[in-house]
């Protein structure tokens, strides 16, 4: 147990946390009206747009916390560096519950939008299955006697599932679906302007939420195995 | 090279020996594929419709249903160990556990996809389109699945953790696959899903000995 390192990110996480905290209440605060009642409403789908506001960021944190998960896994696997599993463990959940929301949301706009809440396209499938996988990187992390192992196993499945990161990035792009195509591309931005602050707001204040969620369930993890090494060392 | 092809020799050997196991994942297959036309009823026109994606699911079923013993019987009589602590190389004992894997389940259900098909009703103008894309879509599911028995070794629930990890992995060659069989029916070129298929039993070729390689060392600690 290297506790050196994890004494430093505990020292570090206690500076970041609060910061992180407030700015994302900030990002809440001014995100969330703006972006629900004083944003322009689309010229076509009226005031359902204002579900992108949640669901675009929903769908980008759903694709970032795997990419944390996947480098934090690698890391973990390469130079066994502790505290890299503790942030990918720590990232599933979140990342699960942020793919949840965007297949929701996605649902709720689709509804009224397209006329139906699901269709069987590239995007929606591919953000289905990664779903699947965060389900499937946390069950086998749980699954063995030692925990070492099911860390190891869930780390080499994160690095099997991340195959799946680039089709869910370029789907609509490669195949013509019914999603939209990203409104970020090299020609520019295709929505109207007006529409970013707000959309950029969600963004920052998903991104630290995530931050501040990450850091609390890491830090739980460090006191754990810190009062599970005590117990073993009062046992023995 | 050498050493790949006594394994493989030993693992076909064995399920040669131990028929019933093979036996059992065609006969799972089969007896799937006819519940079918029960359930759905047998109306020529649906049948016909959705039968590539009954031969695709089944297959995708009877393979996970084969892989839990794929490395669990060595495991158990401690043949495993022996194996990875030999001079082969991981991935050579991985790929050649693989490829027997593939010859005594992906290929007699492949050979048995026509004649279901038959059954379901589906055009005899389909049997080749549907062989030629479970002829390549099923060693790439031997080589997927590969990854999650070596993953899932040891663990506890072995039989519902399989599915969860292996599943989501499948879909790819499920869509391209039922996609390729449909696409030929209808009467229009399908080279480029085929080739969709190739490329994903490249890529799994390239990466899946790898992985499992890797578990199955994990899983032996």
């Known amino acids: 147990m290297h506790l050196p390192i994890q004494h430093v990110f505990l020292k570090l996480a206690a500076i970041i946390q609060p910061w992180a905290a407030g700015l994302c209440i900030l990002c809440f605060l001014f995100g969330l009206p703006i972006a629900l009642l004083f944003s322009p409403p689309d010229y076509q789908q009226g005031d359902t747009v204002r579900i992108m506001y949640i669901h675009v960021p929903a769908a980008w944190m759903g694709l970032f916390c795997y990419g944390v998960m996947a480098a934090g896994s690698a890391s973990y696997l390469i130079w066994r560096h502790p505290v890299a599993n503790m942030v990918a463990k720590a990232s599933a959940p979140i990342g699960a519950m942020f793919t949840a929301l965007c297949l929701l949301t996605g649902m709720l706009w689709g509804e009224p939008m397209w006329g139906t809440p699901w269709v069987w396209d590239a995007r929606l499938t591919s953000m289905l299955v990664l779903f699947f996988l965060y389900l499937g990187y946390m069950a086998l992390g749980d699954a063995f006697d030692s925990p070492e192992q099911g860390d190891k196993a869930a780390a080499i499945l994160a690095l099997v599932g991340s195959v799946n990161l680039p089709i869910i990035k370029f789907s609509v792009d490669w195949w013509n679906s019914l999603h939209q195509p990203s409104i970020f591309s090299m020609a520019g931005v295709s929505v109207d302007t007006a529409m970013l602050p707000p959309l950029f707001l969600m963004v920052g204040a998903f991104q630290l939420y995530y931050v501040v969620v990450v850091l609390m369930r890491v830090r739980a993890q460090v006191l754990t195995a810190k009062i599970r090494a005590a117990r073993l060392m009062r046992a023995a | 090279m050498n050493t790949f092809f006594i394994l493989v020799g030993r693992d076909l050997r064995l399920s040669v020996r131990h028929r019933a196991d093979t036996v059992m994942v065609a006969g799972f297959f089969a007896i799937t594929v006819i519940l079918f036309p029960f359930g759905i009823g ?47 190389a991981p991935t050579v004992v991985v790929a050649a556990k693989i490829i027997a ?41 031997s080589l997927i699945g590969a990854v999650g028995a070596a993953l899932t070794l040891g663990a506890r629930r072995r039989g519902i953790l399989m599915p969860l990890v292996v599943l989501p992995l499948y879909i790819p060659i499920l869509i391209f696959g039922v996609g390729a069989i449909d696409t030929t029916g209808m009467g229009f070129d399908a080279g480029g899903l085929f080739a969709v298929l190739g490329g994903f039993l490249l890529i799994a070729a390239a990466l899946c000995p790898w992985a499992a390689a890797a578990a199955l060392k994990i899983a032996s600690e």
């Open chain 2, 101 to 141: 894997h593939w010859l005594t389940t992906g290929l007699p259900l492949t050979l048995l996809a026509p004649v279901l098909g038959i059954t379901l009703q589906m055009p005899s103008s389909s049997a080749a389109p549907m062989m030629t894309a479970l002829l390549i879509g099923t060693p790439t599911l």
């Open chain 2, 42 to 88: 047998p109306e020529p026109g649906v049948l016909e419709r959705v039968g590539a994606g009954i031969l695709w699911v089944t297959a995708l079923l009877a393979s996970l249903l084969s892989l839990d013993h794929l490395f669990s019987d060595d495991e158990q009589d401690g043949a495993l160990d022996l194996l990875l602590t030999s001079p082969a």
